[in-house]
């Protein structure tokens, strides 16, 4: 059997008494595109950030490529540190408020970590840094700071940032949330491009549209557990559980 | 009353030790504020030895009196073999004790920083130290650039007290001046304008570095609410 | 030498009565202090006149500026030239003095600028003034939200008071020298003064939580 690209076994997180993982599982194979929904604090974000061991679970086992990223707890030793920055290098990771680097131009922001990971030379990392800002629309935004960019601009220097590493796998978490309105649009178009380049993608969103249409299955959670998982339609047309109906209603009903 | 000539016959002597000064300072400030980077880091470390060390020797000097960590610098070093003359003495209690105030002026500047962006450089494959070398640390600097000046005036009148170890600086030579002269109002003005006058000129450099600085730069709310708290939490005086 | 701590045993008790003298020396220091800079802070907000502040301007200025210990000597060797002659304890007491004064005037403007506006027109409309004003209304106010400043001032005092040891006042620092000028074992001798000093200045650093709390609950 053709092992599946990205392995989640079961995951369980702990914050005090608040169980914000519970016995996660999730198989997730090359190119497919997972949208992850549910209530606030069912713990979305606490899934992704284990994926790249930002936070480390209780127990369990996340494997890339047949790689183990990181399993048990405890203190890792130095070379285990080592590979999980490796890994992390190539897991890009998108987050809600951007966490773009104020005291970094745009171009630097996407330029850094190519050198300081990667140890890719100057000239080149700058040559990759301009062409994937050209990609995500903020060409003429090259030598701006961040803080003079907008929201959605932010977002898509963000997304350039992971970018410029050449990532096999995205985390994508609620990119669009932190957003006005009318400025989703130009980041779910560049998220759309990378659906279309075969991108992996885990991506917590409310956009249901977006979701049904690009993600290849949906993942429904609740307090900490996955409830219910399957391709847009079955989820989002039949659910099966009270919750995910429940869900679905309140979400359709703050949208309308 | 006052005699003039007092001035005249012995302002050279007094910018001898005023220069003195100036040189202990500057090299205490370049030994504190690495140092109290290092203790700084090591405050926030997670192996237990190390934040323990670095906790305490923080504590330890910001809560006694300079005086007598000059003294026991004076008597201690060479209780374990460590024979230096009073100048270096001076220079090394001088950074020890700045660099307890410089490191809890580092820390608050590095707790300032919003979490979010020490995780997306650990989440991009950085390690800790390429971290907080690419990304806290430069955005600290202009945060702790204020508290740090004012550390560094605070420096400058604490090694008045070097004169007590027989450090020839500004303080000592008024004291031998005044020995010789038996004019203390003259001397101790002297002394006294020098200082507020080294004093008075940082400041105002600094102001305006800091004028300038927050013209050109946008700086987040988030940053600027925190250098006011830096400010007024009672670092140093 | 090897570190013998017999003799902070032998030590302990005149030092501890050094401390005490420490303390005595700080609490009189900063009493004086505060009652001092309130005034000038009245005053100043009082009258809002030019001279008198810009005057105070420049003290503060002068007093930041220069090192307590050019201040302690300005005051125990000049004052005599004009005929005032302090013995060593009065002229370490006034040198504290003036110089916290300073530091409590400027914490006392931004404790002050936390009471409301309108609280002094208020009272004004109710008719209160002047004394009862300051003593009823705007005083506490200002004291309480200056707590943690005043606390940390403290223990800046608490520290400077050390600095008398030079004009001999017989405070922790002299006791402690005199000590060990004695049994020529400084380093033990300083090792347990430093820890005198260390656990006085920590406990009421951190007695400042301690006294917020209290002093709110007695207002609400
Ligand atoms: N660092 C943390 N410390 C304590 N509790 C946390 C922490 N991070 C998340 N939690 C808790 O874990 C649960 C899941 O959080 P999260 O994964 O952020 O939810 P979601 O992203 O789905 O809104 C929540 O109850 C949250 O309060
Ligand atoms: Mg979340």
């Not at chain 3, 309108?118 to 309480?144: C, D, M, N, R, V």
Request: with cysteine.
């Amino acid at each position: 059997m053709k092992p599946n690209f990205l392995e989640i076994i079961d995951i369980n997180k702990k914050f005090g008494n608040i169980n914000a993982l519970k016995n996660v599982f999730l198989n997730v194979s090359k190119g497919e595109v997972i949208c992850i929904i549910g209530p606030s604090g069912c713990g979305k974000s606490t899934l992704l950030r284990t994926v790249n061991w930002l936070t480390p679970p209780d127990s369990g086992k996340v494997i890339l490529k047949g790689e183990i990223i990181g399993s048990d707890t405890g203190k890792m030793t130095f070379e285990q540190n080592n590979s999980l920055n490796a890994f992390r290098a190539r897991i890009g990771m998108v987050f809600q408020q951007f966490n773009v680097w104020p005291h970094l131009n745009a171009l630097e922001n996407v330029v850094r970590a190519q050198i300081v990971v990667r140890k890719i030379m100057r000239d080149e990392a700058e040559k990759k840094a301009i062409k994937i800002l050209n990609e995500v629309g903020l060409k003429d935004k090259i030598d701006e700071w961040p803080d003079n960019l907008s929201g959605g601009q932010k977002q898509r220097l963000a997304i350039a940032r992971s970018l410029a590493m050449d990532p096999i796998l995205m985390l994508l978490d609620e990119p669009t949330s932190a957003l006005d309105p009318e400025l989703i649009g130009e980041v779910l178009s560049v998220l759309r491009n990378l659906v279309n380049e075969g991108m992996t993608m885990l991506i917590v969103t409310h956009e249901l549209g977006f979701a049904s249409r690009f993600g290849d299955k949906i993942v429904f959670m609740d307090a900490g557990e996955i409830i219910e998982s399957g391709p847009p339609n079955t989820i989002l047309k039949s659910p099966k559980t009270e919750r995910l109906k429940l869900f679905l209603e309140k979400l359709s009903l703050t949208s309308l | 009353m006052l005699e003039y000539q007092i001035f005249f016959d012995y302002f050279p002597m007094i910018l001898l030790g005023f220069w003195l000064t100036l040189k202990i300072v500057v090299c205490a400030i370049a030994l504190g504020i690495p140092l109290g980077l290092i203790l700084a880091l090591g405050r926030r470390s997670n192996f237990i030895p190390i934040s323990f060390f670095a906790t305490s020797f923080i504590e330890l000097f910001r809560n006694t009196p300079f005086i007598i960590q000059v003294f026991l610098f004076y008597y201690v070093l060479p209780f374990y073999g460590l024979r230096l003359s009073a100048e270096y003495v001076g220079i090394l209690a001088l950074a020890a004790f700045g660099s307890a105030y410089f490191a809890e002026i580092i820390r608050a500047g590095i707790d300032a920083i919003p979490k979010g962006q020490l995780e997306s450089a650990r989440a991009i494959g950085m390690t800790d130290w390429q971290s907080m070398k690419n990304i806290i640390l430069p955005q600290t600097v202009s945060i702790v650039l204020p508290p740090l000046t004012n550390q560094t005036l605070t420096l400058i009148k604490e090694s008045a007290i070097l004169s007590t170890i027989t450090v020839h600086e500004l303080t000592m030579t008024g004291l031998m001046v005044q020995g010789e002269t038996f004019r203390p109002f003259e001397v101790f003005i002297m002394v006294a304008l020098l200082y507020w006058a080294l004093n008075e000129t940082i400041a105002s450099i600094m102001r305006r570095i800091e004028k300038r600085y927050s013209r050109n730069r946008k700086q987040n709310k988030i940053v600027r609410s925190k250098i006011d708290i830096i400010k007024s939490s009672g670092f140093s005086r | 030498m090897k570190f013998d701590i017999s003799y902070i045993f032998d030590a302990l008790p005149r030092l501890l009565e050094g401390a005490l003298i420490t303390l005595q020396v700080a609490i009189l220091g900063f009493c004086f202090s505060i009652i001092l800079a309130t005034f000038i802070t009245i005053v100043k907000t009082s009258f809002n006149s030019r001279i008198f502040n810009g005057f105070i301007a420049f003290y503060i200025s002068f007093i930041r500026g220069t090192p307590l210990l050019v201040q302690i000597f300005l005051i125990y060797y000049v004052l005599p030239v004009f005929g005032l002659n302090l013995a060593p304890f009065p002229a370490g007491i006034l040198a504290i003095t003036l110089n916290s004064a300073a530091f409590v005037i400027e914490i006392l403007r931004g404790g002050l600028a936390s009471v409301p506006k309108g609280q002094f027109e208020a009272a004004k409309s109710l008719g209160i003034s002047g004394y009862a004003l300051w003593w009823k209304i705007i005083l506490p106010q200002t004291f309480i939200t200056s707590i943690p400043p005043l606390v940390n001032e403290f223990t800046m005092v608490l520290k400077a008071t050390a600095l008398l040891s030079v004009i001999t006042v017989v405070e922790l620092m002299r006791v402690s020298q005199q000590i060990y000028s004695a049994n020529y074992h400084p380093v033990e001798v300083l090792s347990a003064t430093f820890i005198i000093y260390f656990l006085m200045c920590f406990v009421v650093s951190r007695s400042s939580v301690f006294l917020e709390q209290r002093f709110k609950v007695k207002r609400s």
